[in-house]
């Protein structure tokens, strides 16, 4: 068997190689990709060196999708893809780093992730949210939120330790009946997270006290 070529580093048109990539589910070879516009692409080996990829796909119909560069669902769509993608990305350990990945159809092509978002109320007012924090980027994972909801989102599954256990916090807003709302609401005031989620609330008092 020949040795794989490392290919970090290299050119090829609009794309420079940063590392190795997954294999694809065939095992072919892929390489992870900055190209000069920005963007982050997955590339197989073969394509890079046969020269049948040579961007990230702005070559191809740039005309129809230069006006929406600097629009904000432009930008959320980048920013999704690079912090799944590129290790230099100050949030890549947030996201590529544990496996999170932005599905195919996204990753390849702006306008299917425009026709989505779209489809399913977008506005400048909401934010892109992952149902499933520990899932991938993709249609049936992910909605239009707006900041508050996200925020609980993301608070509903850090991991808290509380007398020497650790739990995330859904599991100890159970223990403690408190809603995670009601301990994000505490948290805005200045009140640490473990105080916020053990301190029972007057309601609570009066129902457990009799």
Known sequence: MSKLKDLTGQKFGKLTVIERAENDRRGNTQW???????NIKIVLGYQLTSGKTRSCGCLVGRAGIHHKTKTRLFNIWQNMKQRCNDVNSENYKSYGARGIRVCKEWQEKFENFENWAV????????TID???VNDDYYPENCRWVDMKTQQQNRTNNRLITINNEIKCLAEWCRIYHISPNGVWVRTQKG???VTAIITPSRL???RYNG
């Open 32 to 38: 992870l990709c900055r190209c000069e516009c920005g």
């Open 119 to 126: 489809a399913n109320s977008y506005n400048n007012n909401l």
């Open 130 to 132: 992952r149902i499933d």
């Open 191 to 193: 009140i640490d997270i």
């Open 204 to 206: 609570r008092r009066k």
